[in-house]
């Protein structure tokens, strides 16, 4: 029960895109189509943006996306936005009903 | 308004118990199975815990299972979390949240789309 690796932080200027990437094994990410993102904002909840690799809840921007390749998922968020200035955590499925969160990344608007 | 409110947190010294609770309102929470992840202070996000429905089938992350469980009262609307011989690094902000399903068709997914606003766990001399 390893955490999925993620980049401490990524930055961009609004209206750029950033990438965030989360690399599991192939007993979690690689090994299921179930990943999903989460934001958090500073002392809120966790929010869910993209869920099963890349399908968006109603409700969440068309600027967040999601993509897999082998055993590493990406978010990426195009068209930046102030209101995207968040933390944000990958989750994947690892089997046996438990779950593997990211270490989680830092998005800053520039 | 579905919705998911977290109790029971404080502070505890090391060994210590405590017991979180999470109601549920809003949405028919004996449909659902659900969760509690925490994220201790300045970093991530932890999945701890999950229950199945009726409460027959529970899943522990491993550093907490023997010390750690999870049960819920679908008569209260309530989901529960009993925290036995509590270490410094249990400190954490902990939340309640739903696993997603769709209903009347009985598809469970693997992410959690609603979830609590937390309740503060501090273990500490």
């Known amino acids: 029960q390893s955490a999925l690796t993620q980049p401490r932080s990524v930055s961009g200027s609004p209206g750029q895109s950033v990438t965030i990437s989360c690399t599991g094994t192939?007993?979690?990410?690689?090994?299921?189509?179930?990943v999903s993102w989460y934001q958090q904002h500073p002392g809120k909840a966790p929010k869910l943006m993209i869920y099963?690799?890349?399908k968006r809840p109603s409700g969440v921007p068309d600027h967040f996306s999601g993509s897999k390749s082998g055993n590493t998922a990406s978010l990426t968020i195009s068209g930046l936005q102030a209101e995207d200035e968040a933390d944000y955590y990958c989750?994947?499925?690892?089997?046996?009903?438990?779950?593997?969160f990211g270490t989680g990344t830092k998005v800053t608007v520039l | 308004e579905v919705q998911l409110v977290e109790s029971g947190g404080g502070l505890v010294q090391p060994g210590g118990s405590l017991r979180l609770s999470c109601a549920a309102s809003?949405?028919?929470?004996?449909?659902?199975?659900m969760s509690w992840v925490r994220q201790a202070p300045g970093k991530g996000l932890e999945w701890v815990a999950n229950?199945?429905?009726?409460?027959?089938?529970?899943y522990y992350m491993d550093s907490v299972k023997g010390r750690f469980t999870i049960s819920r009262d679908n008569a209260k609307n309530s989901l529960y979390l009993q925290m036995n011989s509590l270490r410094v690094e249990d400190t954490a902000v902990y939340y309640c949240?739903?696993?997603?399903?769709?209903?009347?068709?009985?598809?469970?997914?693997?992410?959690?789309?609603?979830w609590g606003k937390g309740t503060t766990v501090t273990v500490s001399s």
């Open positions: 099963d690799v890349s």
């Open positions: 989750c994947s499925y690892a089997g046996s009903y438990t779950y593997v």
């Open positions: 192939s007993s979690d990410v690689g090994g299921y189509n179930y």
């Open positions: 229950i199945r429905q009726d409460g027959s089938e529970k």
């Open positions: 949240a739903r696993r997603a399903a769709l209903f009347p068709i009985n598809i469970h997914y693997y992410y959690m789309d609603v």
């Open positions: 809003g949405f028919t929470f004996s449909r659902y199975w």
